[in-house]
């Protein structure tokens, strides 16, 4: 049974940091496309960051060069290293996963498996 369980969410100021983690059963995360996503209040779910079977690495441009995506395949855990946060990212934030990463990596519709989120919340 494939599952994806998320955590490491909570509060921080903004400038602060947090790091997410994404832990994977029944099956290997390095085997498939992996993302974050995140959904504020009102808003649609947007995609954050993706990697694929090879480790390369794609991010939306509002978090680029603050936002690390990696995966551990000996943990099978994906994670999401976020910097410098802002109060704008302030959002749950989920990971999904699907076979490939050869089309549409940021839309979520696209994504088969898909963890029960972690909020992150960014104060001013």
């Known amino acids: 049974q494939v599952q994806l369980v998320e955590s490491g969410g909570g509060s921080v100021q903004s400038g602060g940091s947090v790091r997410l983690s994404c832990a994977a059963s029944g099956f290997a995360s390095s085997s498939m496309c992996m993302g974050w996503f995140r959904q504020a209040p009102g808003k649609q779910r947007e995609g954050v960051a993706v990697i694929d079977k090879a480790g390369s690495t794609k991010y939306t441009e509002s978090v680029e060069g603050r936002f690390t995506i990696s995966q551990d395949n000996a943990k099978n855990t994906l994670y999401l290293q976020m910097n410098s946060l802002k109060p704008e990212d302030t959002a749950m934030y989920y990971c999904?996963?699907?076979?490939?990463?050869?089309?549409?990596?940021?839309?979520?519709?696209?994504?088969?498996?898909w963890g029960q989120g972690t909020q992150v919340t960014v104060s001013s």
């Open positions: 999904a996963a699907r076979l490939t990463c050869t089309y549409g990596r940021f839309a979520p519709d696209s994504y088969t498996y």
